[in-house]
């Protein structure tokens, strides 16, 4: 990427966004969400955005996480924010225990000012919901992984290396995956790598590029092995986030014959080849 800018290609493109909406409504129009004080609410959250990752925070409550991607995690645990990359899902529960009206938002100002939020209502608190940025935090998957525990070494690894050429394709980024894109206009390009039934198999991948990437596998769901140089177990996931220039590490066991597609769930990459095919031999 460096190369590429400084021999003087620009940035690619990116979409932008005017309006964001929880439930089909803009934070400030429909019903709030009303709790009453002691109550536990458990809460779905689902990131349906074809390209962003999206933060989650509500003043004076936190978040215990208890399920990423419909999987119970090994070891609950309260976080101040969520962070939730394109298709991910995390189910949390927040206990009501600070009477106001607040507004459950994105820590991105200028988005929740578009509508990124609700407001989380009290039982007998009247007026508009107050927004207060929280302190300081990082996401951590390991943080709910099972503790001192290593996952069972695979029988086979896979290395992948995602990278990016920038303005490559008519203004926009290209994709690779070990510097194959997936060809733009095929219906089906021949599959890259090959898996035997019942075989445990690790990825190992290597993101080349700046950008943060909610990497999805098709079909399976994996297990979270190592992050940011650490191992891990315990966690079963189906998109994980793989920041700019961050190695992570994931297991899964080839249990669903036939075509399994794996790419980056930001739109814009997987239509820009950010995309491989698996299949059975
Ligand atoms: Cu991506």
């Known amino acids: 990427m460096k190369a590429s800018l400084t021999k003087g290609m620009p940035h690619g493109f990116e979409v932008g966004y005017g309006s964001f909406t929880i439930n089909g409504r803009m934070l400030g129009h429909g019903d709030p969400i009303r709790v009453k004080h002691g109550e536990r609410v458990l809460f779905h959250i689902l990131n349906g955005s074809a390209t962003e990752i999206r933060s989650l925070a509500m003043p004076g409550h936190e978040f215990r996480v208890v399920a990423l991607d419909g999987n119970p995690v090994p070891n609950p645990a309260m976080v101040p924010v969520l962070w939730i990359g394109t298709a991910e899902r995390i189910s949390a529960v927040v206990e009501m225990n600070h009477p106001g009206v607040w507004i459950m938002g994105d820590l991105a100002d200028d988005d929740r000012h578009h509508g990124m939020g609700v407001v989380i209502e009290y039982a007998g608190q009247r007026g508009k919901g107050q927004w207060l940025a929280p302190a ?23 290395e992948m290396t995602f990278a990016k050429d920038n303005a490559a394709a008519k203004g926009f980024n290209r994709w690779t995956i070990n510097g194959v894109s997936y060809p733009e206009n095929a219906m089906m390009a021949p599959p890259s790598f090959h898996l035997n039934q019942g075989r445990r198999y690790r990825i190992k991948m290597a993101n080349a590029s700046d950008d ?16 940011a140089g650490k191992s891990t177990a315990g966690i079963m996931k189906d998109v994980v986030m793989l920041g700019g220039y961050q190695k992570a590490e994931i297991d899964f066991v080839a249990d669903n014959p036939r075509l399994t597609l794996f790419h980056c769930h930001q739109q814009l990459h997987m239509d820009f080849g950010f995309m491989t095919l698996f299949d059975y031999v």
């Open 212 to 227: 943060i990437h909610p990497i999805h596998l098709h079909r399976h769901s994996f297990q979270l092995t190592r992050l």
């Open 136 to 158: 300081k935090s990082r996401w951590n998957y390991a943080r709910f992984a099972k503790p001192d525990a290593l996952a069972a070494a695979p029988d086979e690894t896979i």
